[in-house]
T-cell receptor, first 110, second 116 residues
Framework: GQQVMQIPQYQHVQEGEDFTTYCNSSTTLSNIQWYKQRPGGHPVFLIQLVKSGEVKKQKRLTFQFGEAKKNSSLHITATQTTDVGTYFCAGGGGSYIPTFGRGTSLIVHP | DVKVTQSSRYLVKRTGEKVFLECVQDMDHENMFWYRQDPGLGLRLIYFSYDVKMKEKGDIPEGYSVSREKKERFSLILESASTNQTSMYLC???????????????FGPGTRLTVT
């Protein structure tokens, strides 16, 4: 079945540094979604990418979908303490059920 | 605003007890999901329902069952709770669109279940 690998599992950064998390799928995806889960909270939808090579920005967050639609990345510029949390990707393809990556936990040191 | 609510934030049960976790959504979504979340393992799908009385097994259905008698309500049942079912349980819902397409999921606040 479809598998979505996400790396790294953890990332420690100093406030102001950049951060990137990567997702790779074993199969071609129809779309990819990104979620953020704050400590003690539940996952909250951030964005969905559908097109090959698509790039979307939300303030300091940049999301990319690979040309082959098998990989994606989330890049945060100049991290802040409010960025702390776990970021999940979820790949869609072939059904209503997306496949979640295991998440990347971002720890920001002030 | 979509709201997904879960019956309890925290629950403590004893081994062997029957446990009911309830989830209600108010957006008329067709699809509802139950996940469990454990450190380092991400979100693992237990069961999925795409309509009233319809269900499909997810990746880890063993030891669980579900019920969907009304569109807005999706219940997860642990027939005989065991300590390895201690976890965070998350419910989610989404709408149905084109077949083969998944859409943004709206999650409930989660139930942290401890089985002693």
């Amino acid at each position: 079945g479809q598998q979505v690998m996400q790396i790294p599992q953890y990332q420690h950064v100093q406030e102001g540094e950049d951060f990137t998390t990567y997702c790779n799928s074993s199969t071609t995806l129809s779309n990819i979604q990104w979620y953020k889960q704050r400590p003690g909270g539940h996952p909250v939808f951030l964005i969905q990418l559908v097109k090959s090579g698509e790039v979307k920005k939300q303030k300091r967050l940049t999301f990319q979908f690979g040309e082959a639609k098998k990989n994606s990345s989330l890049h945060i510029t100049a991290t802040q303490t409010t960025d702390v949390g776990t970021y999940f990707c979820a790949g869609g393809g072939g059904s209503y059920i997306p496949t979640f990556g295991r998440g990347t936990s971002l720890i920001v040191h002030p | 605003d979509v709201k997904v609510t879960q019956s309890s934030r925290y629950l403590v049960k004893r081994t062997g007890e029957k446990v009911f976790l309830e989830c209600v959504q108010d957006m008329d979504h067709e699809n509802m999901f139950w996940y469990r979340q454990d450190p380092g393992l991400g979100l693992r799908l237990i069961y999925f329902s795409y309509d009233v009385k319809m269900k499909e097994k997810g990746d880890i259905p063993e030891g669980y069952s579900v019920s969907r008698e009304k569109k807005e309500r999706f219940s997860l049942i642990l027939e005989s709770a065991s300590t390895n079912q201690t976890s965070m349980y998350l419910c989610a819902s989404t709408w149905t669109g084109d077949w083969g397409s998944s859409y943004e999921q709206y999650f409930g606040p989660g139930t942290r279940l401890t089985v002693t």
